[in-house]
């Protein structure tokens, strides 16, 4: 049995007289994690009474020179019976001492080697002397009482008993709690989709606003981004409740070249402004970055050159290659249910044809927002 209590006596000698003390010792902060003792309170019952006129368990006399009194913590027929369980491994005690015949001390331990130290001090002519004491048992959950000199009688109660528990006593503080909270949320997956049919598209170079519900040649299997003086869509997504506050978040673009371009040619793409909607709340303005574009200059947006993997197919947009584009948001300001709103550009007309050389558009077929 592991033995995880711990009975702490000290001896003083002052004036020729012998004073006890007993200590208790719990579980603190200092304590490293493992198993160990942890104390469960009971009513208090009587363990033991050496008196003969009121004699509890097996001894009915008193205690003399350098007699030792074996108590087990499970014996039949006392108050205590059926109350301490057979996974006890140690008792918390009151213990009195009553008619001492000569001034002495009490020593309580759990067998073996006697330790050389007091749990109680009686002598002569005092009244009945208790103490608190905490002991550990024997594997068969016994303990020993030795007296030093002359006799006296015992009398002791339980109130308590330790059985071993595996602890983590790491006490920790509000931030680690709310690391591991948001740490367990961080592992819920979490996908949200944008339909392409209802985002909405604006050419600066007519002012014509547009979706695909509304019908239109622009783009008929997705969202296109024609090579005019400048072009945008608008889309957004509410933040699910599975999002872990102020993680950055990836939107992916899914896209492909159209129809009759080179293949090799590039795009601009531009993040044309983004932001977070909550209510009652100014609206947010997080910080956003192109995966393997460049850092945005003062006063510019944030961009990625793309390159065409294939010309496009002149009869079916199923036979282009569809790649990816990512946008990651800064989440620092962000939480569960704030609507994000972005546009997407293609900068063509008058960038230098260095960075947007493709002469056809750009279609976007799919958008979806995930956890960076």
């Given at each position: 049995m592991k033995l995880r209590a711990i009975s702490a006596t000290l001896t003083?000698?002052?004036a020729g007289t012998v004073i006890g003390a007993a200590t208790q010792?719990?579980?603190s902060a200092g304590i490293s994690s493992g198993e160990r003792a942890v104390l469960v309170s009971i009513t208090p019952c009587r363990l033991a009474d050496t008196r003969p006129s009121s004699q509890v368990g097996p001894r009915s006399a008193p205690l003399g020179t350098g007699d030792v009194h074996t108590i087990s913590a499970r014996q039949a027929g006392v108050p205590c019976s059926g109350l301490i369980p057979a996974d006890a491994s140690a008792l918390s005690l009151n213990v009195t001492s009553i008619?001492?015949?000569?001034?002495s001390f009490l020593t309580i331990w759990p067998g073996g080697d006697r330790p050389n130290s007091s749990s109680l001090n009686p002598s002569p002519g005092q009244p009945p002397v208790p103490n608190a004491v905490s002991t550990i048992l024997s594997v068969d959950q016994t303990f020993d009482v030795y007296n030093d000199r002359g006799s006296v009688d015992?009398?002791?109660?339980?109130?308590g008993y330790y059985v071993d528990h595996d602890h983590d006593d790491r006490y920790y503080t509000k931030s680690q709690v709310d690391g591991a909270i948001a740490e367990s949320t961080s592992a819920a997956p979490w996908n949200v989709s944008m339909p392409i049919?209802?985002?909405?598209?604006f050419d600066d170079s007519t002012s014509e606003t547009w979706t695909i519900a509304s019908g239109g040649s622009k783009a008929p299997d997705g969202l296109t981004l024609q090579n005019i003086s400048y072009g945008r869509f608008w889309h957004g997504f509410t933040l699910p409740p599975t999002y872990r506050p102020g993680t950055d978040v990836k939107i992916r673009v899914s896209w492909m070249a159209d129809t009759d371009n080179v293949v090799g040619c590039t795009f601009r793409l531009e993040d044309n402004g983004t932001s977070a909607y909550r209510p009652g709340v100014p609206d947010l303005q997080p910080a956003t970055a192109f995966v393997g574009g460049p850092a945005a200059g003062g006063g510019s947006f944030p961009y990625v050159i793309l390159t065409a993997s294939n010309e496009g197919s002149p009869s079916s947009f199923t036979d282009n290659d569809v790649q990816v584009a990512e946008l990651v948001v800064t989440g620092t300001d962000l939480l569960p249910g704030d609507q994000v709103q972005f546009a997407i550009a293609r900068r063509a007309e008058p960038t230098n044809a260095s960075q947007d050389s493709c002469a056809?558009?750009?279609?976007v077929v799919a958008l979806s927002a995930v956890p960076a």
């Amino acid at each position: 049995m592991k033995l995880r209590a711990i009975s702490a006596t000290l001896t003083v000698l002052v004036a020729g007289t012998v004073i006890g003390a007993a200590t208790q010792h719990f579980a603190s902060a200092g304590i490293s994690s493992g198993e160990r003792a942890v104390l469960v309170s009971i009513t208090p019952c009587r363990l033991a009474d050496t008196r003969p006129s009121s004699q509890v368990g097996p001894r009915s006399a008193p205690l003399g020179t350098g007699d030792v009194h074996t108590i087990s913590a499970r014996q039949a027929g006392v108050p205590c019976s059926g109350l301490i369980p057979a996974d006890a491994s140690a008792l918390s005690l009151n213990v009195t001492s009553i008619g001492a015949t000569r001034q002495s001390f009490l020593t309580i331990w759990p067998g073996g080697d006697r330790p050389n130290s007091s749990s109680l001090n009686p002598s002569p002519g005092q009244p009945p002397v208790p103490n608190a004491v905490s002991t550990i048992l024997s594997v068969d959950q016994t303990f020993d009482v030795y007296n030093d000199r002359g006799s006296v009688d015992l009398v002791v109660d339980v109130n308590g008993y330790y059985v071993d528990h595996d602890h983590d006593d790491r006490y920790y503080t509000k931030s680690q709690v709310d690391g591991a909270i948001a740490e367990s949320t961080s592992a819920a997956p979490w996908n949200v989709s944008m339909p392409i049919s209802s985002a909405f598209w604006f050419d600066d170079s007519t002012s014509e606003t547009w979706t695909i519900a509304s019908g239109g040649s622009k783009a008929p299997d997705g969202l296109t981004l024609q090579n005019i003086s400048y072009g945008r869509f608008w889309h957004g997504f509410t933040l699910p409740p599975t999002y872990r506050p102020g993680t950055d978040v990836k939107i992916r673009v899914s896209w492909m070249a159209d129809t009759d371009n080179v293949v090799g040619c590039t795009f601009r793409l531009e993040d044309n402004g983004t932001s977070a909607y909550r209510p009652g709340v100014p609206d947010l303005q997080p910080a956003t970055a192109f995966v393997g574009g460049p850092a945005a200059g003062g006063g510019s947006f944030p961009y990625v050159i793309l390159t065409a993997s294939n010309e496009g197919s002149p009869s079916s947009f199923t036979d282009n290659d569809v790649q990816v584009a990512e946008l990651v948001v800064t989440g620092t300001d962000l939480l569960p249910g704030d609507q994000v709103q972005f546009a997407i550009a293609r900068r063509a007309e008058p960038t230098n044809a260095s960075q947007d050389s493709c002469a056809e558009g750009l279609t976007v077929v799919a958008l979806s927002a995930v956890p960076a």
